[in-house]
């Protein structure tokens, strides 16, 4: 009896403090899992171009509207349906699949006619959130004792409404279904996109393009966490191996790729040189492969602002390679984003300056592990093979310009001479596959070489018998599964894949449907279940324009962050989204949801009283000079994001408060940002010029610079890691703007539960990334779910912080520092320390300034 009031106390906690954070408005309400919405048809529109033109193009007399239908929350579009042209009548029938973490009065459909200049509106209707979001009651409890009250329903809704509500104005109909996030699959294979999961593989996790094994020693696996202990994979070191031991193709794709670069450093270089059968230079190195016969493929961005002359904007020695490889064997190809017929010639040339391919995989066949024939092995992740990114865990700054790093000195940060440094710190991660998945990975390679390439180019390899998952898999136990940002314009995706099969059935087909009578309405029907049922997918892609989109590494982190139990632990070059959840500027086009759904997880397991933490590290400023009019305006979008989160978590936590016994919690119990610094003596500097710069002169003194993360990767609960080139931005999440590739991955064996994580090979590459920047192994890193471990990654951040601001230069072993800013008094601030709100050693507000003259679709 008594713990069942306990329980029924704790039932009610998490009602009031749910009803707090979503419902609390009556008008506004969240929409927190899938909107599925499909817009069927328009009759008898209004015809806006009465003139009667010809077109110059088709000769064709347009002499009626053009329609399109868009969906909005609020200013978040959810949707775009295909132009219609000369209809007044159009037939849509498209169907699209949207995650939604939206606080919203409704849903908000237009209909639009497209002109020459600017679009004219047709019409409108609003959907009322209201009609989306139902509770369970009192019947549906007693069905299912499991339910609370504040669980949603699953709402569909058939209409057919009059534009404006004027019947002259033409009506629309449409489907629209809310499914809760607690009704959708927590699998760990994400449903509903491009690329199936694969079994039977063997993954390996990379920190760094080399890990020296001199991080402190990390044991796991077994009952006690202690069976094993975690050997660091060296990734330059096996590309080059790996590229070696090629018989048959290679196939290469990166944003930059430099050909001048070495993979392996000292001895191990000297070795190479002197009696290596191949150079471990990039370029002689796939030069010599192409040579004995072996197929290389490789492409690259096309930077649009380079020339011979000028290495371009961003130097990713796209013409230098083109240069290299034009009179070899090599097929090397640099490739644009490109625009299509649905844009503009403007929008074209804007796509392709603004925009690029940002995938970063390689892909060969290689000896099997037990010596019968061959299969194939990949890497993808987030490291380039350019200037400037090899480097490991001891990140030295002026000690390696002459050794390691020499012709390798790369910084963007401040104003330095290579002779003088330092040199710019990189941390990132990658990841390797052998097995069934490469399959998907050369798959993906083929569309994207067909589509701008040359498909006579691509070996078969159905004639060496690589095309087969099953006879690839082996015995590694991994799963995968690939995810992409890419679209029509740029890629040749399958035709069968966005084909509906005519034995597919729906819920809402068989669903529980009861008429509605409604005032301006032309007919309404709707229907409602608790009862968790299986969510079907009649596509794979999604669509803008009419044009097909592969957004699912979009729709792969928001699936993983739902289904956490314990913990998130991020690592991204750049975190902005979620606009629709800032304080201001919500018309900014950077809806992707990461931010919020990562929000809302850390309220709902603030409402369960359950333990929950999520990390995440980010450079300390995105690379350039961080005084720059643009480099300012990305840190001011990352600042109102951040904003954003803190917010709503510290309205859970006053929520909390406010209902139960507990007090004194802080938002930093549930999320916390970081960076990584390092500072270095002058003992054993490399350094051979004289300073003379601002910032040489400076540097030199300080010896100090942040460590720049580039990785990109995500790990749920030790259970999955999602690893590849994406940022949490829009461009990277959008479909549409830059091409993203990015596999998640998990053991079979280690799986984690409500109560507990998995103590396996993700579980070990995490521990070892802590070890590695903090400089130890403690034991509180093993559970990182409980505030003990928050507390101690706090205490070494904080206390490396005063080292790295300090006045005093130390060597620093442990590098982890928390992030710029701290909210204090439910405002972001600069974090104390900083002298007058900037970054160490420069004139540079941590906050950001919004730009004026950068469009923000640039920066976001």
Same mark, same amino acid.
């Given at each position: 009896?008594?713990?069942?009031?306990?329980?029924?106390?704790?039932?009610?906690?998490?009602?009031?403090?749910?009803?707090?954070?979503?419902?609390?408005?009556?008008?506004?309400?969240?929409?927190?899992?899938?909107?599925?919405?499909?817009?069927?048809?328009?009759?008898?529109?209004?015809?806006?171009?009465?003139?009667?033109?010809?077109?110059?193009?088709?000769?064709?007399?347009?002499?009626?509207?053009?329609?399109?239908?868009?969906?909005?929350?609020?200013?978040?579009?959810?949707?775009?349906?295909?132009?219609?042209?000369?209809?007044?009548?159009?037939?849509?029938?498209?169907? &699209?699949?949207?995650?939604?973490?939206?606080?919203?009065?409704?849903?908000?459909?237009?209909?639009?006619?497209?002109?020459?200049?600017?679009?004219?509106?047709?019409?409108?209707?609003?959907?009322?959130?209201?009609?989306?979001?139902?509770?369970?009651?009192?019947?549906?409890?007693?069905?299912?004792?499991?339910?609370?009250?504040?669980?949603?329903?699953?709402?569909?809704?058939? @209409?057919?409404?009059?534009?404006?509500?004027?019947?002259?104005?033409?009506?629309?109909?449409?489907?629209?279904?809310?499914?809760?996030?607690?009704?959708?699959? $927590?699998?760990?294979?994400?449903?509903?996109?491009?690329?199936?999961?694969?079994?039977?593989?063997?993954?390996?996790?990379?920190?760094?393009?080399?890990?020296?094994?001199?991080?402190?020693?990390?044991?796991?696996?077994?009952?006690?966490?202690?069976?094993?202990?975690?050997?660091?994979?060296?990734?330059?070191?096996?590309?080059?191996?790996?590229?070696?031991?090629? $018989?048959?193709?290679?196939?290469?794709?990166?944003?930059?790729?430099?050909?001048?670069?070495?993979?392996?450093?000292?001895?191990?270089?000297?070795?190479?040189?002197?009696?290596?059968?191949?150079?471990?230079?990039?370029?002689?190195?796939?030069?010599? #492969?192409?040579?004995?016969?072996?197929?290389?493929?490789?492409?690259?961005?096309?930077?649009?602002?380079?020339?011979?002359?000028?290495?371009?904007?961003?130097?990713? &020695?796209?013409? @230098?390679?083109?240069?290299?490889?034009?009179?070899?064997?090599?097929?090397?190809?640099?490739?644009?984003?490109?625009?299509?017929?649905?844009?503009?010639?403007?929008?074209?040339?804007?796509?392709?300056?603004?925009?690029?391919?940002?995938? $970063?995989?390689?892909?060969?066949?290689?000896?099997?592990?037990?010596?019968?024939?061959?299969?194939?092995?990949?890497?993808?992740?987030?490291?380039?093979?350019?200037?400037?990114?090899?480097?490991?865990?001891?990140?030295?700054?002026?000690?390696?310009?002459?050794?390691?790093?020499?012709?390798?000195?790369?910084?963007?940060? &401040?104003?330095?001479?290579?002779?003088?440094?330092?040199?710019?710190?990189?941390?990132?991660?990658?990841?390797?596959?052998?097995?069934?998945?490469?399959?998907?990975?050369?798959?993906?390679?083929?569309?994207?070489?067909?589509?701008?390439?040359?498909?006579?180019?691509?070996? *078969?390899?159905?004639?060496?018998?690589?095309?087969?998952?099953?006879?690839?898999?082996?015995?590694?136990?991994?799963?995968?599964?690939?995810?992409?940002?890419?679209?029509?314009?740029?890629?040749?995706?399958?035709?069968?894949?966005?084909?509906?099969?005519?034995?597919?059935?729906?819920?809402?087909?068989?669903?529980?449907?009861?008429?509605?009578?409604?005032?301006?309405?032309?007919?309404?029907?709707?229907?409602?279940?608790?009862?968790?049922?299986?969510?079907?997918?009649?596509?794979?892609?999604?669509?803008?324009?009419?044009?097909?989109?592969?957004?699912?590494?979009?729709?792969?982190?928001?699936?993983?962050?739902?289904?956490?139990?314990?913990?998130?632990?991020?690592?991204?070059?750049?975190?902005?989204?979620?606009?629709?959840?800032?304080?201001?500027?919500?018309?900014?086009?950077?809806?992707?949801?990461?931010?919020?759904?990562?929000?809302?997880?850390?309220?709902?397991?603030?409402?369960?009283?359950?333990?929950?933490?999520?990390?995440?590290?980010?450079?300390?400023?995105?690379?350039?000079?961080?005084?720059?009019?643009?480099?300012?305006?990305?840190?001011?979008?990352?600042?109102?994001?951040?904003?954003?989160?803190?917010?709503?978590?510290?309205?859970?936590?006053?929520?909390?408060?406010?209902?139960?016994?507990?007090?004194?919690?802080?938002?930093?119990?549930?999320?916390? &940002?970081?960076?990584?610094?390092?500072?270095?003596?002058?003992?054993? *500097?490399?350094?051979?010029?004289?300073?003379?710069?601002?910032?040489?002169?400076?540097?030199?003194?300080?010896?100090?610079?942040?460590?720049?993360?580039? *990785?990109?990767?995500?790990?749920?609960?030790?259970?999955?890691?999602?690893?590849?080139?994406?940022?949490?931005?829009?461009?990277?999440?959008?479909?549409?703007?830059?091409?993203?590739?990015?596999?998640?991955?998990?053991?079979?064996?280690?799986?984690?539960?409500?109560?507990?994580?998995?103590?396996?090979?993700?579980?070990?590459?995490?521990?070892?990334?802590?070890?590695?920047?903090?400089?130890?192994?403690?034991?509180?890193?093993?559970?990182?779910?409980?505030?003990?471990?928050?507390?101690?990654?706090?205490?070494?951040?904080?206390?490396?912080?005063?080292?790295?601001?300090?006045?005093?230069?130390?060597?620093?072993?442990?590098?982890?520092?928390?992030?710029?800013?701290?909210?204090?008094?439910?405002?972001? #601030?600069?974090?104390?320390?900083?002298?007058?709100?900037?970054?160490?050693?420069?004139?540079?507000?941590?906050?950001?300034?919004?730009?004026?003259?950068?469009?923000?679709?640039?920066?976001?």
């Amino acid at each position: 009896m008594h713990s069942r009031r306990i329980e029924k106390a704790t039932e009610a906690t998490k009602s009031a403090i749910l009803r707090k954070i979503f419902h609390e408005e009556d008008s506004k309400k969240v929409l927190w899992g899938i909107v599925h919405i499909k817009i069927i048809e328009c009759k008898k529109l209004r015809n806006l171009d009465r003139l009667g033109v010809t077109s110059l193009l088709t000769k064709r007399r347009r002499d009626k509207s053009d329609p399109y239908v868009t969906a909005y929350i609020n200013d978040y579009r959810l949707l775009k349906t295909t132009c219609h042209n000369d209809d007044l009548n159009p037939v849509f029938n498209e169907e &699209f699949y949207c995650p939604v973490a939206h606080s919203a009065e409704g849903v908000t459909f237009k209909v639009w006619d497209k002109d020459t200049v600017r679009d004219e509106t047709l019409g409108k209707y609003t959907l009322p959130a209201g009609e989306l979001i139902k509770f369970v009651d009192e019947k549906d409890i007693q069905e299912d004792p499991n339910l609370i009250p504040t669980d949603l329903k699953r709402v569909g809704v058939h @209409k057919v409404v009059y534009l404006d509500g004027k019947s002259r104005h033409g009506s629309l109909e449409f489907f629209v279904e809310f499914i809760p996030t607690r009704m959708l699959s $927590k699998s760990r294979e994400v449903p509903g996109i491009y690329f199936k999961r694969s079994t039977g593989n063997e993954v390996k996790l990379y920190m760094n393009a080399d890990d020296d094994g001199s991080a402190p020693i990390v044991k796991y696996g077994g009952d006690n966490d202690d069976e094993k202990v975690w050997t660091p994979p060296r990734l330059w070191r096996d590309i080059y191996d790996a590229i070696c031991g090629a $018989k048959y193709f290679i196939y290469v794709a990166g944003w930059s790729v430099d050909t001048d670069q070495f993979l392996l450093r000292g001895e191990e270089l000297k070795e190479a040189l002197d009696k290596g059968k191949y150079s471990p230079r990039i370029g002689e190195l796939l030069k010599s #492969k192409a040579d004995e016969g072996v197929v290389v493929n490789l492409m690259q961005w096309d930077d649009n602002s380079s020339n011979l002359a000028f290495p371009g904007m961003m130097g990713t &020695f796209d013409e @230098k390679t083109r240069n290299f490889f034009r009179s070899t064997k090599v097929n090397s190809r640099l490739m644009s984003m490109i625009g299509d017929e649905v844009n503009t010639m403007f929008q074209g040339q804007s796509k392709k300056m603004a925009f690029t391919h940002h995938q $970063k995989y390689i892909i060969m066949d290689a000896p099997r592990a037990d010596g019968k024939g061959r299969e194939l092995f990949a890497f993808v992740g987030g490291i380039d093979l350019t200037l400037g990114r090899w480097d490991s865990r001891k990140h030295p700054l002026f000690r390696s310009l002459q050794s390691d790093h020499k012709g390798d000195t790369y910084g963007k940060c &401040f104003k330095v001479s290579d002779e003088c440094g330092p040199r710019q710190p990189w941390h990132d991660i990658h990841s390797a596959v052998r097995g069934p998945e490469c399959v998907q990975l050369a798959l993906a390679f083929e569309e994207r070489w067909t589509k701008q390439g040359d498909a006579s180019e691509l070996i *078969s390899r159905g004639r060496l018998g690589l095309d087969n998952e099953n006879t690839l898999q082996n015995e590694g136990g991994w799963c995968a599964q690939l995810s992409r940002s890419i679209d029509s314009r740029v890629n040749s995706f399958d035709p069968s894949v966005n084909r509906v099969s005519n034995s597919f059935h729906r819920y809402e087909d068989k669903a529980p449907w009861k008429s509605i009578k409604e005032k301006d309405i032309k007919s309404s029907k709707r229907f409602e279940t608790a009862a968790a049922t299986t969510i079907s997918y009649s596509r794979c892609l999604d669509q803008k324009k009419g044009r097909l989109v592969d957004n699912s590494i979009h729709l792969s982190n928001i699936h993983h962050i739902r289904r956490a139990e314990h913990f998130i632990y991020i690592e991204s070059q750049y975190f902005m989204g979620s606009s629709f959840m800032w304080s201001k500027d919500r018309h900014v086009k950077c809806g992707n949801m990461i931010a919020a759904e990562i929000a809302y997880k850390i309220c709902e397991k603030i409402a369960a009283r359950e333990p929950f933490a999520v990390y995440i590290l980010l450079p300390m400023w995105m690379e350039g000079i961080p005084e720059a009019k643009h480099l300012q305006g990305l840190l001011y979008y990352q600042r109102v994001t951040i904003e954003a989160m803190y917010k709503l978590v510290d309205e859970a936590l006053k929520a909390r408060m406010a209902n139960s016994s507990d007090y004194g919690l802080e938002v930093s119990d549930y999320l916390n &940002f970081y960076c990584l610094g390092t500072r270095e003596t002058i003992n054993g *500097s490399q350094a051979t010029g004289t300073p003379e710069k601002e910032d040489e002169l400076l540097l030199a003194k300080t010896r100090r610079h942040q460590i720049y993360i580039h *990785s990109k990767m995500m790990i749920v609960d030790d259970d999955v890691v999602l690893i590849g080139t994406a940022n949490i931005n829009q461009r990277s999440m959008d479909g549409c703007r830059d091409s993203e590739i990015m596999m998640t991955s998990w053991q079979t064996n280690q799986l984690a539960t409500k109560e507990s994580i998995p103590k396996g090979d993700i579980h070990a590459f995490r521990l070892h990334i802590w070890a590695s920047v903090t400089g130890q192994m403690d034991e509180a890193f093993r559970n990182p779910s409980s505030p003990e471990c928050v507390k101690a990654m706090n205490k070494i951040a904080n206390e490396n912080w005063q080292k790295y601001i300090g006045e005093e230069t130390v060597d620093m072993e442990s590098h982890l520092l928390p992030f710029v800013l701290e909210f204090e008094g439910g405002e972001i #601030k600069p974090r104390r320390g900083l002298r007058d709100g900037n970054f160490t050693d420069t004139k540079a507000s941590v906050l950001g300034k919004k730009s004026m003259l950068l469009p923000e679709i640039f920066l976001t």
